[in-house]
């Protein structure tokens, strides 16, 4: 049991560059979230997925796109790479319900030059 | 929008001290969730412990432990017998309560504990 998985670990992108960040899920969750961490920040959420089809924006969503390809896959996109999204990206995923804990990925650090 | 404040950047505590971790937060909502997230330098996200904010009895886990005050909006944790491998940042989180698919976290900025042996 993998829990939440994300692809690749380390990036390297020029200004301008496109590249897709993958996370899966084998916990049959319906809920799915990217967040990004800065130092200093700590943890914002930039999109997430309550189910498969749907998702919402979060707090910084400028510069990122997002699709729920399934119930156990959500990527996030930077059409343009800019420095400003230099950070550690992290995705999570938890089931629907008052009771219910989020569980992480192991991170993308994402360097941007 | 809520807001989770941390206002200790880092802290440091002898092996097998007590330390207290600080966390306030902003919110007009009366039914939500409280946690601290652990992030060890692997970079991991490990739940440490969580709080219903409608339970009036703090939660424990081992030797983590939390002070719930919630007309203060204040939401401590307290580690006992502090170990080398408790070193790490420690982030407090907020979460709404009752809306279903929307169990989005806010968290705090953390406060990086160290363990001096």
């Known amino acids: 049991n993998a829990g939440v998985t994300q692809t690749p670990k380390f990036q390297v992108l020029k200004t301008g560059q496109s590249m897709t960040l993958q996370c899966a899920q084998d916990?049959?969750?319906?809920?799915m979230y990217w967040y990004r961490q800065d130092p200093g920040m700590g943890l914002r959420l930039i999109y997430y997925?309550?189910?498969?089809?749907?998702?919402d924006k979060g707090e910084v969503p400028n510069g990122y796109n997002v699709s729920r390809l399934n119930k156990r896959e959500f990527s996030l996109r930077l059409e343009s790479a800019a420095p400003s999204q230099t950070s550690v990206y992290f995705c999570?995923?938890?089931?629907?319900?008052?009771?219910?804990?989020?569980?992480f990925g192991p991170g993308t650090r994402l360097l941007v030059l | 929008a809520q807001t989770v404040t941390q206002s200790q950047p880092e802290m440091s505590v002898q092996e097998a001290e007590t330390v207290t971790l600080s966390c306030t937060y902003d919110?007009?909502?009366?039914?939500?969730?409280l946690f601290w997230y652990k992030q060890p330098p692997s970079r991991q996200m490990i739940l440490v412990i969580r709080?219903?904010?409608?339970?009036?009895q703090n939660a424990t886990e081992n030797r983590f432990s939390v002070n719930f005050q919630k007309a203060a909006k204040s939401f401590s944790l307290k580690i006992s017998d502090s170990q080398l491998g408790d070193a790490a940042m420690y982030f407090c989180?907020?979460?709404?309560?009752?809306?279903?698919?929307?169990?989005?976290?806010?968290f705090g900025t953390g406060t990086r504990l160290t363990i001096i042996p």
């Open positions: 999570a995923s938890s089931e629907w319900g008052r009771q219910e804990t989020q569980y």
């Open positions: 916990m049959n969750h319906n809920s």
């Open positions: 997925s309550a189910s498969e089809g749907t998702t």
């Open positions: 919110t007009s909502e009366s039914d939500y969730y």
């Open positions: 709080q219903e904010a409608y339970k009036q």
């Open positions: 989180a907020y979460r709404s309560g009752p809306s279903i698919g929307n169990e989005k976290l806010t």
